[in-house]
């Protein structure tokens, strides 16, 4: 299933996933905007592979919004 925006992904959240238990095995992102575009893929293991022009501001941003959903 293709995810296009938040709303695609609270509809599948619901219909396929909720009440279940389940396992992130990945996640790639692509990413398109005028200071970053390239792609971010992160494993269960929490390996971190960013491909994405003006990488360093990049990782900040990444990290920085990991910080805040563990918290």
Not at 6 to 16: A, M, P
Not at 38 to 62: C, H, M, P, Q, W
């Amino acid at each position: 299933m293709q995810i296009i925006g938040s709303s695609d992904l609270r509809k599948y959240y619901k219909d396929e996933l909720e009440g279940k238990k389940i396992r992130i095995d990945r996640i790639v992102c692509s990413v398109n905007s005028l200071e970053y575009s390239g792609k971010l893929k992160i494993t269960n293991s929490g390996l971190a592979y960013i491909d994405v022009r003006n990488e360093n501001e990049f990782t900040k941003i990444v990290f920085d919004t990991l910080k805040k959903v563990t918290l």
